[in-house]
């Protein structure tokens, strides 16, 4: 009796531990299913928000397409603002003079000014990135002023840049092309960036940057940005604001010649310029889309550094700047003795040959009086695309992100491929 007794005992433990057990599964099973539901959950919630962000951008962009337009429209100019310490970039804030609504833009795209500037005999035409995110009332430029060259003290300032400082004022009513450029950010994608601004060059992409954070989400963005010093430093306090409240985005700011007062973890992140190798040490990978602004130099040492690191071409958008952002150089002498190939200008009535000392057809027309409009000299605005009647012309190295139609040609970045006859 007692030896049933005591199997029956075991008996009963072991059949309360089958129970603990099935139960203890059971809860378990349960918890992973909840889980792997909740978590399901979380990314059709995720895929539909994207979905939606995403339809609801195409429509924006089919509402701001419509609501561009052709040629010049006036804006006035509602406000400046001085951005950096050394009161040499400004930002200048534009609405639309007949109060009418403004199109969008996709970050990274700018504004063609047409400038009626003092003591020049025909207009300016300039193209300056837009600085800020897409707003239904403003667009915003922030302008560096360009001075005369340190190793040509003799030349020109920057004529366009020193207007906009020195005349343009609130209450100005200025000519501009509606937003275009095919340097922006994709909007649509999740995909890590690295956003690179040497000097002035830091406004297309603050335009991504600020774009980034006011549709909130967790894209990760790297942010570089390469001053000079702290007296050069643009919209600090700014980006201070951004890197503290948005834990997705990482600010790195770069000082190529501290002053002895700035201090580094203070004033500025790096004694040094932004370079790949900053970008080795820092990064956790390579694979990030790069987009970047900045003076050719910078540019092309960047970009080959890039691609021997591996990163594909297609992952690095540029948009560079030189005399493009304003200084008006000086005019070259036209050689009459030179033997190139013949260019004639039909318009004109003139036949000249080519001199190769020039680097594009629209500085050889300027030389020789034949008047072709120009704002980016990049490849980039279209300003200059000039209809080629007859003959061909080589961009060479320099292939433009301007599409330009079959029969046309944009003048500041290439040359002649032998006769040429153009609408000039």
Same mark, same amino acid.
């Given at each position: 009796?007692?030896?049933? /007794?005591?199997?029956?005992?075991?008996?009963?433990? +072991?059949?309360? =531990?089958?129970?603990? @057990?099935? @139960?203890?599964?059971?809860?378990?099973?349960?918890?992973?299913?909840?889980?792997?539901?909740?978590?399901?959950?979380?990314?059709?919630?995720?895929?539909?928000?994207?979905?939606?962000?995403?339809?609801?951008? *195409?429509?924006?962009?089919?509402?701001?397409?419509?609501?561009?337009?052709?040629?010049?429209?006036?804006?006035?100019?509602?406000?400046?603002?001085?951005?950096?310490?050394?009161?040499?970039?400004?930002?200048?804030?534009?609405?639309?003079?007949?109060?009418?609504?403004?199109?969008?833009?996709?970050?990274?795209?700018?504004?063609?000014?047409?400038?009626?500037?003092?003591?020049?005999?025909?207009?300016?035409?300039?193209?300056?990135?837009?600085?800020?995110?897409?707003?239904?009332?403003?667009?915003?430029?922030?302008?560096?002023?360009?001075? /005369?060259?340190?190793?040509?003290?003799?030349? /020109?300032?920057?004529?366009?840049?020193?207007?906009?400082?020195?005349?343009?004022? #609130?209450?100005?009513?200025?000519?501009?092309?509606?937003?275009?450029?095919?340097?922006?950010?994709?909007?649509? $994608?999740?995909?890590?960036?690295? =956003?690179?601004?040497?000097?002035?060059?830091?406004?297309? #992409?603050?335009?991504?940057?600020? @774009?980034?954070?006011?549709?909130?989400?967790?894209?990760?963005?790297?942010?570089?940005?390469?001053?000079?010093?702290?007296?050069?430093?643009?919209?600090?306090?700014?980006?201070?604001?951004?890197?503290? $409240?948005?834990?997705?985005?990482?600010?790195?700011?770069?000082?190529?010649?501290?002053?002895?007062?700035?201090?580094?973890?203070? !004033?500025?992140?790096?004694?040094?310029?932004?370079?790949?190798?900053?970008?080795?040490?820092? =990064?956790?990978?390579?694979?990030?889309?790069?987009?970047?602004?900045?003076?050719?130099?910078?540019?092309?040492?960047?970009?080959?550094?890039?691609?021997?690191?591996?990163?594909?071409?297609?992952?690095?958008?540029?948009?560079?700047?030189?005399?493009?952002?304003?200084?008006?150089?000086?005019?070259?002498?036209?050689?009459?003795?030179?033997?190139?190939?013949?260019?004639?200008? *039909?318009?004109?009535? *003139?036949?000249?040959?080519?001199?190769?000392? +020039?680097?594009?057809?629209? *500085? +050889?027309?300027? /030389?020789?009086?034949?008047?072709?409009?120009?704002?980016?000299?990049?490849?980039?605005?279209?300003?200059?695309? @000039?209809?080629?009647?007859?003959?061909?012309?080589?961009?060479?190295?320099?292939?433009? !992100?301007?599409?330009?139609?079959?029969?046309?040609?944009?003048?500041?970045?290439?040359?002649? !491929?032998?006769?040429?006859?153009?609408?000039?």
């Amino acid at each position: 009796m007692a030896f049933l /007794a005591q199997s029956s005992w075991i008996l009963g433990v +072991f059949v309360m =531990l089958g129970l603990m @057990t099935s @139960t203890l599964l059971f809860v378990i099973d349960s918890f992973r299913r909840s889980r792997n539901e909740r978590e399901i959950h979380e990314l059709e919630t995720q895929r539909m928000r994207i979905a939606v962000q995403k339809a609801r951008e *195409k429509h924006e962009q089919s509402i701001s397409k419509s609501l561009s337009w052709s040629g010049n429209r006036k804006f006035e100019v509602v406000r400046r603002e001085i951005e950096s310490p050394d009161e040499q970039i400004c930002s200048f804030y534009l609405e639309a003079h007949d109060h009418r609504p403004i199109p969008g833009f996709e970050p990274g795209q700018f504004l063609t000014f047409e400038l009626k500037v003092p003591g020049e005999t025909s207009t300016v035409t300039r193209c300056y990135s837009l600085s800020d995110a897409s707003d239904e009332k403003l667009y915003r430029v922030s302008i560096k002023r360009v001075p /005369a060259p340190r190793d040509f003290p003799e030349a /020109a300032p920057g004529v366009s840049s020193n207007f906009f400082h020195d005349n343009v004022d #609130v209450g100005h009513i200025l000519d501009v092309r509606a937003p275009s450029g095919k340097f922006f950010l994709d909007t649509t $994608s999740d995909r890590p960036i690295v =956003l690179i601004g040497g000097g002035v060059g830091i406004t297309p #992409v603050l335009s991504m940057l600020n @774009t980034v954070t006011a549709m909130g989400g967790n894209r990760e963005v790297w942010f570089f940005y390469g001053t000079i010093d702290s007296n050069s430093h643009a919209m600090r306090e700014h980006l201070e604001t951004v890197k503290a $409240s948005h834990s997705n985005v990482k600010v790195v700011v770069c000082y190529s010649r501290p002053l002895e007062t700035d201090q580094e973890g203070v !004033d500025y992140d790096v004694n040094g310029r932004v370079s790949v190798e900053l970008f080795k040490q820092m =990064l956790p990978s390579n694979n990030y889309q790069f987009l970047m602004c900045g003076p050719p130099p910078m540019m092309e040492t960047v970009i080959e550094d890039l691609e021997n690191w591996g990163v594909p071409d297609a992952d690095i958008l540029r948009e560079s700047f030189g005399p493009a952002s304003g200084r008006k150089a000086p005019v070259m002498q036209v050689n009459e003795n030179a033997e190139g190939p013949e260019i004639t200008f *039909k318009r004109a009535g *003139k036949t000249v040959n080519w001199d190769p000392a +020039f680097e594009s057809i629209v *500085k +050889f027309a300027e /030389a020789n009086g034949c008047d072709i409009p120009y704002a980016c000299l990049a490849g980039n605005c279209g300003t200059c695309l @000039t209809t080629l009647i007859d003959g061909k012309v080589s961009y060479g190295d320099n292939q433009p !992100d301007y599409d330009a139609e079959e029969g046309t040609f944009l003048a500041c970045s290439c040359v002649p !491929d032998g006769a040429i006859y153009i609408d000039v």
